[in-house]
């Protein structure tokens, strides 16, 4: 397996820019989610890894070859990229062990066992794709990329086309294997929980270019920008005055090591913020949604401002109950 | 003279783009796609050019022929029949589509595949059942004692080709009727609207679009057709044309009647590529199912009988004449054996025509629906173009260019096949699009980046994938040229028959039971297979 280097890759359809600028650096054996709203270009990023889309600028480099920069283009074909898409793509008039042993040069009968076997798929080898449940097609789909020992694997949305249960189970599986087979991978998805809980590393994107990398619990905790904050997870956006190692909002006044003065915007995630019932509190719950495993509760603060709160499913606060907070964790953006 | 391709055609504008076929338009298309897919056309794409320079540059010669030739007469002429039949055909065809989508007759199916059959027919085959069966000396007189003028001139030429365009006509708008959605008429008719202001103001001016593309595409047919006009003794533009080819060693007229038909022409499929994409504008798909009309007593019995009349004189008539005059010739101890080598150069023929149809229309059509460019789609229109335009004329340019330029080439069944291959293509095309639409293109991807180039691919996944709408296409391909005529006599070898040129040249000589027995044999070896394939892959073909 290899690394991935994206530098400064620009790619635009008819004077509509899909990628700016676009960086990305994978390295060896880890999994990276590129994860952004539809439209951000993120499918365009994969598709020119692979060598589908030729770039209007910038270089791939994967390993210590350069497969696209001036003067380099080397056609899909000859990049050594495995590639799951989104719709399986499964070779219809094959067999699952014709579809798997198809990249494979040379005697394929041992790898193609050894590769279903990975990915759990043993006996299933003269089945035909449209006798497979979208779970298995997955699977087919995962070993037939991996089957000729590709240098990196890219997926495309890889659970988008499965159901609730299926998708919980598959994001595991699909970690698993790719984690057995040592491999280094980039998936594509706009969904922000599969991003965090499938991949080593984030590279969140916004039109045409990668805003944040980092591991998923500091991209979630540490969001590089407001707008990072809110498409990774629900957030609550104050204003605040910043003095020397203070911020005062209309939550409380705490701490702060930033060297932002003045007015700042503060971030805080619903879960950070714990109510604690309290006879003649400040501030007052107005709404709860109840979800079992937890409850989000509105809590209407005295400046009149509602922020979200998410806590776990005791004590049950009521609409109307009166509570005092606490916020053990933000974050400080600049104003905008 | 085709079935297929013109209603084919139709699909290759209106159908809505796939956008993962659309997203890869960053690519280059392999070289070999471009030869292979665009090589068929240069024989007769050269030679037209060549044709057309020859006569603008005898300008001053080509006007002079021009004006000898009464030229202003023969495009009245033509006009005349090509106004009288588009009329009589879109009456007829919109008529039995109305009746057969939005009534309550019965056996509507079974009805819409009689009405539909003379499609099948090849023009010249039904011009030579009404002249069989017409005159002094005809099957009815015989019959009936009754001394029938003969059908032939411009009431002849005006019968035989809209009994074998109306099929068309009926076939676009029973789409139209069939997409027509019956809440529009419903929203009139609440509003107050008679029943005849309904059809006046909503129901008409829906068909228009379909009835105008049906219109242009009878137009070109007719201005085409040169078997029905030439046996009906007609004085159309090829009639003419080939008259001038064939009776003069001075090959000059034929050429500069030949561009002035191939301009002519060019107006209307213009035109009517122009009006298949707004016809597209205007369609929309039906809600819910059409109610149909009930129709009273009287109006019930109108309808079958109008049906019943349709195909009688379409394709009973026509059958029963050519098989009464085989028995007659039969009876009478006529030679009318079957004719092998007439058969075998059929197939032959139009077995290698289609191959390589079929050959050409894959990279085509990869290039046309994977690699969207101006040149793959100047290449689809070509395609299209060369199919549309008059055979004959297509021929006279090959000759032409091929008697100077390409000496041993010259009257070869190879350049005939090839001449076959490039005129039909738009009806291997049109299936192998069809099928290739139907691949999802990230199955060609996957491919690649498992370590295949752009031709194993093509080997082991496409072409897998799609040969069945490409066997589609070449089959109408093989059926279409076996009942081809003008370009077959004007470019095959020395002593190459087929039954369409013994059909022809049996009935020009007025030996009805020798044409007969070839015309029933080639509805048989070809009618019969296409009726089925066209029936059977709809999916393909319409």
Redesign the interface.
Same mark, same amino acid.
């Given at each position: 397996m290899s690394s991935i280097h994206c530098s400064a890759i620009s790619r635009s359809f008819g004077g509509a820019a899909a990628l700016t600028d676009f960086d990305l650096e994978v390295p060896v054996g880890s999994i990276v989610s590129l994860v952004g709203p539809s439209g951000s270009g993120k499918t365009t990023a994969l598709r020119v890894i692979a060598g589908f889309e030729t770039p209007d600028h910038g270089t791939v480099t994967i390993g210590d070859r350069t497969v696209v920069g001036p003067g380099v283009n080397v056609p899909p074909e000859r990049r050594r990229v495995g590639m799951v898409f989104q719709d399986y793509a499964l070779f219809p008039h094959m067999t699952v062990a014709a579809n798997v042993a198809y990249g494979v040069d040379g005697p394929s009968v041992g790898r193609v066992t050894e590769v279903l076997a990975l990915v759990g798929l043993k006996g299933f080898a003269e089945r035909f794709p449209n006798e497979l449940s979208g779970g298995e097609q997955q699977r087919v789909a995962l070993a037939r990329a991996l089957a000729p020992q590709p240098d990196v694997v890219l997926l495309d949305e890889p659970f988008s086309n499965l159901d609730a249960p299926q998708r919980d189970k598959m994001r595991r599986e699909v970690r698993r294997i790719l984690k057995a087979a040592g491999a280094t991978a980039v998936f594509v998805t706009h969904d922000q929980s599969e991003a965090l809980s499938v991949a080593d590393i984030v590279a969140v994107m916004r039109a045409g270019s990668v805003v944040q990398v980092a591991p998923p619990h500091i991209v979630y905790a540490a969001p590089a920008d407001p707008w990072v904050a809110s498409f990774l997870g629900d957030s609550v956006l104050v204003e605040g005055t910043a003095t020397t190692g203070l911020v005062s909002t209309s939550l409380g006044t705490f701490p702060h090591r930033g060297g932002a003065e003045g007015t700042v915007d503060v971030m805080i995630r619903p879960e950070w913020i714990h109510p604690y019932p309290q006879q003649n509190g400040s501030a007052v719950v107005v709404d709860r949604e109840f979800y079992g495993h937890d409850q989000m509760l509105l809590i209407e603060l005295p400046t009149g401002q509602r922020v979200q709160s998410r806590i776990g499913p005791r004590p049950l606060l009521d609409p109307g109950d009166r509570v005092d907070l606490a916020v053990d964790e933000f974050v400080v953006f600049p104003h905008t | 003279m085709t079935v297929g391709a013109p209603i084919d055609a139709r699909s290759e504008l209106n159908e809505p783009t796939a956008p993962a076929s659309m +997203?890869?338009?960053?690519?280059r298309a392999p070289w070999w796609l471009w030869v292979a897919g665009g090589a068929i056309l240069v024989p007769v794409g050269v030679p037209l050019v060549a044709l057309f320079v020859r006569v603008v540059g005898a300008s001053s010669e080509a006007w002079s022929i021009l004006f000898s030739l009464r030229t202003v007469e023969l495009v009245v002429r033509s006009a005349l029949l090509v106004v009288l039949v588009t009329a009589s055909a879109l009456a007829i065809g919109v008529g039995a589509a109305w009746l057969l989508v939005r009534t309550d007759l019965r056996f509507k199916v079974a009805w819409g595949v009689l009405v539909a059959l003379p499609l099948v027919i090849p023009s010249y085959v039904i011009a030579l059942s009404y002249l069989a069966a017409s005159g002094p000396r005809g099957l009815i007189a015989d019959a009936t004692g009754i001394p029938l003028p003969v059908v032939s001139g411009l009431p002849g030429a005006w019968l035989a080709l809209t009994l074998s365009t109306y099929p068309y006509a009926f076939l676009i708008a029973t789409a139209a009727l069939r997409r027509f959605d019956p809440a529009l008429e419903e929203a009139a008719a609440g509003l107050g609207a008679s029943r005849a202001r309904v059809f006046r103001t909503v129901t008409l001016p829906q068909l228009r679009p379909a009835m105008g593309a049906a219109a242009l595409l009878v137009g070109l047919y007719t201005l085409s057709d040169f078997g029905a006009v030439s046996l009906m003794r007609f004085d159309a533009f090829t009639r003419v044309i080939y008259a001038q080819y064939s009776g003069r060693l001075d090959r000059t007229p034929a050429a500069v009647l030949s561009v002035v038909l191939i301009l002519i022409a060019l107006t209307l499929i213009l035109a009517e590529e122009r009006s298949r994409g707004r016809a597209a504008y205007f369609s929309r798909r039906a809600t819910r199912p059409l109610v149909p009309m009930h129709l009273e007593r009287t109006g019930a019995a109108a309808g079958y009988v109008f049906i019943a009349i349709l195909v009688i004189v379409g394709v009973v008539l026509p059958v029963g004449v050519l098989v009464a005059w085989l028995l007659r010739g039969l009876a009478a101890n006529q030679t009318v054996s079957v004719q092998w080598e007439a058969i075998a150069g059929s197939l032959l023929g139009s077995a290698l025509a289609a191959f390589v149809a079929m050959a050409a229309a894959v990279p085509a059509m990869i290039l046309a629906v994977r690699y969207r460019s101006t040149a793959s789609r100047w290449l689809e229109r070509s395609v299209y173009i060369t199919f549309s335009l008059p055979h004959i004329t297509v021929a006279l340019a090959v000759v032409f260019f091929s008697v100077r330029y390409l000496g041993p080439l010259y009257q070869s069944l190879t350049l005939l096949v090839i001449v076959y291959a490039a005129i039909f293509l738009a009806q291997a095309t049109g299936a192998t699009r069809a099928a290739l639409l139907q691949v999802?293109p990230?199955?060609e991807?996957?491919? +690649?980046? #498992?370590?295949?180039?752009a031709f194993t691919t093509l080997r +082991?996944?496409t072409l897998? #994938?799609i040969w069945k709408g490409v066997a589609v296409g070449g089959a109408l391909v093989f059926l279409t040229t076996m009942k081809e005529l003008p370009v077959t006599l004007i470019l095959r070898p020395t002593g190459f028959e087929t039954l369409a040129v013994r059909v022809w040249s049996a009935a020009d000589e007025l030996f009805y039971a020798r044409a007969s027995a070839s015309a029933l044999v080639l509805l048989l070896v070809s009618a019969v297979p296409m009726y089925v394939l066209v029936i059977r892959n709809r999916e393909f073909v319409t």
């Open positions: - | +997203r890869a338009p960053s690519r999802n990230s199955v991807d996957a491919s +690649r980046s #498992l370590g295949k180039g +082991r996944v897998p #994938l």
